[in-house]
């Protein structure tokens, strides 16, 4: 069966520091992958996604970045943290959407960031 | 951008009362999925929905997929506390990637 892994669970961060999540998954290949960002109380807001090895889509500016350099690896990363950076990162899998299966997302377990 | 709308974003009933959420996305959409949040944990796929006008059941939750497939909804019938979480929406339109709603937070009251 699959699992996705996520690490760290918690981490209390300086701003101006440097950040590094990361995601594995296990048990299925070329899966898509995905970062989302939760603030408190609020929505998911889709931060990158990835369709294969070094294929990398930011959906929003900001000082994050992410990288897929396995094909079940996915990191999100940052030189340089900021206050507003605060919040639950999720990382997911699925695999590739089509209209002719279900392709749910598969979500990890998440990061809580805080920034001070 | 695709933009994905909830509604309301909280929701309190009494136990044993019914509960909607409705989601609208900007654009048209190839398909919609359901997702639950509970308090601390992480979405948990519900259901998806493809076709135009589908209607879907799930025990007490019912999900509607829109004619013109740009909104939808969820209702349960007879809140339970075991229902208490948020409830997102996901919209795609054609590419990889999935837009979620803001959600709609539910409090049951015993």
């Known amino acids: 069966s699959q699992t996705i892994h996520q690490w760290p669970a918690t981490l209390v961060q300086p701003v101006g520091s440097p950040l590094s999540l990361e995601c594995t998954v296990e048990g299925t290949s070329n899966p898509n992958l995905y970062w989302y960002r939760q603030a408190a109380g609020r929505g998911l807001q889709l931060l990158f996604y990835s369709v294969g090895i070094g294929q990398i889509s930011s959906e929003v500016p900001q000082n994050l970045s992410a990288s897929r350099p396995q094909d079940r690896q996915f990191i999100l990363s940052s030189k340089k943290l900021l206050l507003s950076d605060s919040g639950f990162y999720l990382c997911a899998w699925s695999v590739p959407p089509t209209n002719s299966w279900v392709n749910e997302q598969f979500f990890g377990p998440g990061t809580r960031l805080t920034v001070l | 951008g695709q933009q994905v709308m909830q509604i309301p974003q909280y929701q309190h009933v009494q136990e044993g009362e019914d509960f909607t959420t409705y989601c609208n996305s900007s654009t048209t959409l190839s398909n919609i999925q359901w997702y639950k949040q509970r308090p601390g944990g992480h979405p948990v796929f519900l259901i998806q929905?493809?076709?135009?006008?589908e209607v879907k059941k799930q025990k007490r939750l019912t999900f509607q997929f829109g004619e013109a497939k740009k909104n939808s909804s969820l209702h349960i019938t007879a809140t339970q506390t075991t229902d208490v979480g948020t409830y997102f929406c996901a919209g795609r339109s054609t590419g990889n990637q999935f837009y979620f709603g803001t959600g709609t937070s539910l409090t049951v009251i015993p």
């Open positions: 929905l493809v076709k135009s006008g």
